[in-house]
């Protein structure tokens, strides 16, 4: 099993970018489907994007689409998330998950998680 740890969040303006990493620990990271999760203040936790584990295919949010990219380096045992134009509504603590998992949209597929990076939008 993989432990993961966030990094990058951080405060930003309307319009900026921000790279945030997860790093994972255990020589199987290539094995998993690696997932980003966001969750504001009064809101569920919810799927952001996904790189699934093998093909490497990739699945966003309709709300990021075009804006946030999610990558992966198999060598470095990390995942990235790439936010561009960024907008005061992605506020919110973003999760790095991991799991074996086909389904990449769904939490409950994910049996790992980090503990959060927050990242702040200001308008």
């Known amino acids: 099993q993989v432990q993961l740890v966030e990094s990058g969040g951080g405060l930003v303006q309307a319009g900026g970018s921000l790279r945030l990493s997860c790093a994972a620990s255990?020589?199987?990271?290539?094995?998993?489907?690696m997932g980003w999760f966001r969750q504001a203040p009064g809101k569920e936790r919810e799927f952001v994007a996904a790189?699934?584990?093998?093909?490497?295919?990739?699945y966003y949010t309709d709300s990021v689409k075009g804006r946030f990219t999610i990558s992966r380096d198999n060598a470095k045992n990390t995942v990235y998330l790439q936010m561009n134009s960024l907008k005061p509504e992605d506020t919110a603590v973003y999760y790095c998950?991991?799991?074996?998992?086909?389904?990449?949209?769904?939490?409950?597929?994910?049996?790992?998680w980090g503990q959060g990076t927050q990242v702040t939008v200001s308008a």
């Open positions: 998950a991991a799991g074996l998992t086909s389904i990449p949209r769904l939490r409950s597929a994910y049996d790992t």
């Open positions: 255990g020589r199987t990271f290539s094995s998993y489907t």
């Open positions: 790189i699934v584990r093998l093909s490497a295919a990739t």
